[in-house]
């Protein structure tokens, strides 16, 4: 049956008479107040899994310096932004876009990391000069630019590699690879990531601390990051025999998993970084070599659980199966142009009914947007109350990775707005697109 | 061996001294002018085609008044508006925004059809208020909400029923079944369309014009066109019988093929309409009804083919594969942002070096994007020249539907500008996002 999931919505929100209650705010009342589709941030979860994550890696290495960096790819805008900066803990971003937030939210720039697999010249350029904190190389074209315009302007940037330790993370397992089949980074197995190593160091624009490895995205494989850091260390010791020093810092990256249906769990911050760091000090103590101060990518772990959309019903309909049964079609009124990911990745998610309660018996539906294309379907196969009508509003939990950032005018739909609600008040943090938007870019 | 395809390529489009020249402007004027990535739409041949169409459907007819309905969802922009109205077809739009750009545009809305699952009140409203020429119903809460407005506004509206007729069409074939599986449409097998008839015949406000049926997207198989024709005719025979009147018109939809890759052809549309006037008029010469005014939807086959994406190559990566292969990854500077085909239908396309000429051995690639994921691939499997560098400039043909209009901002990568390019001379028509543009919504 379905119905409410506390382990995947987010942390404050609650049934209230019936009534889906997020941070105290009724989401009846929100969608009142601000329009459906609309995308409600949990703003003290979102601090509390930031915080989460950092006290987890440092009180599991045992230091106060560790580093976790929120994927701005996952979400941003400017008010994350000031979350991540007012949290503590720092920001990924991959491209001028993303930097262009941070800059206008006022993010420290030390605390950001630059990825990207082609980052241009102009990205490089601005990164460096508003003192970005790390940019992990990616290619040998990418040493030589950020080492030529690091000396243009005077600077010596702080850099990583990114190394592809042959480990491919899938959900629930991973495989040992010799080479991986990515655009990212620098094969260990081949050579490739010695002779970046090599290359870094001959330039006197660029500071090497450190090696970056990230093996996926939503992964519980705990044994996937085991594997990467003993590969990854074992590049350390390697360096330290080569050169006598060794390097300081080392990003394990992330990627880790979240609840998004009913028996599946979001990773404890705490379990995932006492793995880690059992791990990695064994390793480390194995090759004799320091722990390296270390940085995690938690990825869509953050912002993941703390956004619930809002949908409102518009129209249901019944088709008969060839096998006999019944399908309620139940549309809303967003669709793939808000949550692309369960037709690009066969993502499922949950709904309830969030303005009612229901004691209807629950039938067989699918959750489909309001989009000209059949393959705009939400949710597959869902149990709901059969008196669902058109007009009342559907919750779908756990969209806040994912969901706005790779949102699309497909059809020309406006994108939803996105709201922060925290102790009973809610406030616009990203406003709805309006038809005249859509028109601002035409000649 | 990879190399210019004419065949694929936009009508007007050719390699003149090595560069790739777009109806008399060359690829590297485009992209020193206007940057990339960079939508280069050939005017020229979108004309010819939304023509042809329209010529071929009344010939095969022998009429003159058959209807085009140039797909908005496919790629639209005033622009693009002015030119389909020009040429004297229709247009199908399926949202409010899709109608505010054909209203803005002063498209003639007599000649305009709405579609869509779950319109919202507001959006038929419009609809109604701007004279739009007809509405597809598609559920039975629409059929009320139709009526009561156009009641409201003291209006007659047009409707035609969208019939799902029990053909499921696949690229090259199509299947026969009981049942659609689909959240389009009224099913004939089941008596849901023949009741919606039935409700649209009750209410004064209602001008039950025709039935429409639309079997899919990018098919060649023109078996699923005559076989879903059979079956609505069928329905059209019921209704005479049961009426004593003939329903004057028929919406057969389309969603005709074209070429993306070498191998792949454009459906011809002189050859599809004779197919399909041929079973038409057979049909209703055997149900002895009169052949009703036909239209015809093409989808992406108007502009699909009308249109190349230019990119710039920023850097080359060579990766071992577990069979002893060597890959050489090509990104480029956009991606699944401006084309999330590739990511979401598996679909391929074609790519040639745009800036020169090259007699290098070819080599196996993939062409990947700067997004921060890797199933950003937009090309899975081609062959390149292997002194294809950075700076070299990529064409992919055939981006002109379903790129533009379903892009995403994606890690913050603001949309590529559209170019319309006509007798030697280039023009923008949709202008490239800024970083401003992109912090505009935020609070």
């Not at 990164?127 to 600077?155: N, Q």
């Not at 990230?214 to 360096?239: D, N």
């Not at 229901?358 to 008196?387: F, M, W, Y």
């Not at 939990?397 to 009973?424: C, E, F, Q, W």
Request: proline residues 3%; contains cysteine.
């Amino acid at each position: 049956m379905t119905s409410f999931d506390a382990a995947i919505f987010s942390t404050h929100s609650s049934i209230k008479s019936g009534e889906l209650d997020i941070a105290g705010v009724l989401a009846t009342q929100l969608a009142a107040d601000y329009g459906t589709p609309l995308f409600v941030v949990d703003e003290s979860d979102f601090k509390a899994r930031a915080k989460g994550w950092n006290n987890a890696l440092n009180s599991a290495f045992g230091v106060s310096d560790g580093m976790v960096y929120y994927a701005a790819k996952s979400f941003v805008c400017k008010e994350i932004a000031r979350w991540v900066s007012e949290t503590g803990i720092g920001l990924d971003v991959c491209t001028g876009g993303e930097m262009a937030v941070a800059i206008a939210a006022g993010f420290p720039m030390d605390r950001v990391e630059l990825h990207g697999n082609n980052k241009s010249e102009k990205e490089i350029r601005t990164a460096i000069e508003v003192g970005i904190g790390t940019i992990v190389v990616d290619s040998f074209h990418e040493i030589e630019r950020v080492s030529r315009i690091a000396a243009e302007l005077g600077k010596v940037q702080k850099v990583y590699i990114r190394v592809t330790p042959g480990v491919e993370a899938h959900t629930h397992e991973f495989i040992s690879t010799a080479h991986e089949d990515v655009k990212f980074g620098f094969s260990i197995a081949s050579g490739a990531a010695w002779t970046a190593i090599q290359e870094i160091r001959k330039s006197s624009s660029l500071n090497l601390a450190g090696l970056h490895s990230h093996i996926g995205s939503q992964i519980f494989a705990s044994e996937g990051f085991a594997a990467a850091a003993v590969k990854v260390i074992a590049v350390l010791a390697k360096y330290r025999d080569a050169f006598g020093s060794e390097l300081p810092e080392l990003d394990l990256g992330g990627g880790y998993g979240i609840a998004y249906i009913p028996g599946e769990i979001t990773l404890d911050p705490t379990v995932v970084m006492s793995e880690l760091a059992a791990v990695v000090k064994r390793e480390c103590a194995a090759a004799k070599i320091a722990v390296p101060k270390i940085s995690i990518e938690p990825g869509r772990a953050i912002v993941g659980p703390t956004t619930t959309t809002l949908y409102t019903v518009g129209t249901t309909k019944d088709v008969a199966l060839d096998n006999g049964a019944t399908r309620r079609y139940v549309a809303v009124d967003g669709g793939m142009s808000d949550n692309i990911r369960p037709a690009l990745y066969g993502a499922e998610y949950l709904a309830i009914i969030a303005n009612r309660s229901s004691t209807a018996t629950q039938i067989n539906c699918r959750v489909v947007g309001k989009h000209c294309e059949s393959g705009d379907i939400i949710i597959r196969e869902i149990q709901l109350a059969q008196d669902l009508v058109p007009g009342d509003l559907l919750a779908i939990p756990a969209t806040g990775a994912y969901g706005r950032s790779m949102a699309s005018n497909y059809n020309h739909l406006t994108r939803p707005a996105v709201i922060a609600v925290k102790d009973g008040k809610a406030r616009l943090i990203v406003r709805r697109e309006t038809e005249t938007d859509l028109l601002a870019l035409e000649l």
